[in-house]
C-alpha cells in the first residue's frame, strides 16, 4: 500500500502502510508503521489530503482511492491479527518473485506496537496499474 | 560542497526493487503510484524512469517536485527523498543503463509489451537546512544500513 500527502510546506510525501481494513463499506482504514511514516503523519495532521494505492506485487495491478482529508488514529480490536495476515500474504507473493522468505517477511514486517493508522472516506477512484491509463479516473 | 552521504544508498537506487513515488498536482492533491526505476546518478542527484505520460508525469511536470520511497536488497532498509526535477534524457549512457536495467524488470514481471522507457528524468536531491536527508526503514538482523556521513535516521523497525 503507497500512501501519498502533501506536506505543510507544500511538498509531496510518501508512506508505505501494510494492511487495509474496510468498515461499512465507507471508511477505508490503511494500517502502517508509525515510525517509518513519521512526515506522512505529520502531513495529515496538518490538513493534508490523502492518496493511497493498493498495488498486487506480482504485477503491480493497482487502484488508488483519493479523500480531500483523512485522520490518524490508534489501532483498533483486531487490527493485529489483520495486519499479520495481510503481511502473511504479501510475503508469500515476494517469495513467488524470488524474495527469501527473511527478505519477504522482513519486508512485510510491521512490529505491533509501532502500528497506527489513517482512515478516510474515498471521494474518487483512479486505475493505478502501470501504463498510459494510469491516472484515469473511475466514475460510478 | 556536495556531501558523500547518497553515495551509501547506491544500494537500494539500482532498481531491484520497485519503488514508490508521491506527486502532488497544481490543486495539492497527492497521487501515489509505483515506480520501476530510481537511478543513483552522482552524489546529488537520481534518475527516474519515465515511461508513460500519464498523471504521475503531468504532476511531475506542473510541480518540479516528487517524493520516493527506495528500498535496500541487501538490508530492506527504507530510505525517504524528497527531489526536485532538473531534465530529462533520452539519449546518452545514463538512458541506455537504465532501459537496458527496464527491459529486465519488465521480463520478470511479464510486462515486456507495457514497459518501454521514454526517458530517463534527473533529480536533484534535496536536503535540510544542515544538509541531512531523512532515513526511515527496517532493518534485517544483521543487517545494519550505511548510515554514515550526515544522514538522519528518523525512524526504524525493530525486528523479532
Known sequence: VSLGARSAAGRPVIGIGVACRVRDMSEVRVLFSRSANLPLMEAFANGSAVAATFSRARDHRSIQLKASRASIGDTEPGDHSEAARQSAILADELMELGYTRIQAEAYAFCHAADLGSVAFRPERVFTQTPGPGAGAELHK | ?160
Open chain 2, 1 to 160: 560542497m556536495m556531501a558523500p552521504e547518497l553515495r551509501v544508498l547506491r544500494g537500494a537506487l539500482e532498481g531491484i526493487s520497485a519503488s514508490l513515488l508521491g506527486t502532488c498536482d497544481a490543486d495539492g492533491l497527492p497521487n501515489a503510484s509505483m515506480i520501476s526505476q530510481v537511478h543513483w546518478v552522482d552524489d546529488a542527484h537520481v534518475a527516474l524512469s519515465y515511461q508513460f505520460f500519464n498523471k504521475t508525469r503531468t504532476n511531475l511536470l506542473t510541480t518540479k517536485q516528487a517524493c520516493v520511497l527506495v528500498t535496500d536488497p541487501g538490508s530492506l532498509a527504507f530510505y525517504r527523498l524528497d527531489l526536485d526535477y532538473v531534465e530529462t534524457r533520452n539519449s546518452g549512457p545514463l538512458f541506455e543503463t537504465m532501459k537496458a536495467k527496464l527491459a529486465g524488470i519488465a521480463s520478470h514481471h511479464g510486462l515486456e509489451k507495457v514497459f518501454r522507457l521514454l526517458g530517463a528524468d534527473i533529480f536533484r536531491v534535496v536536503r535540510d537546512r544542515g544538509g541531512r536527508t531523512a532515513v526511515v526503514g527496517a532493518v534485517l538482523p544483521g543487517h545494519i544500513p550505511p548510515l554514515g556521513g550526515t544522514l538522519l535516521r528518523s525512524g526504524s523497525r525493530a525486528l523479532p
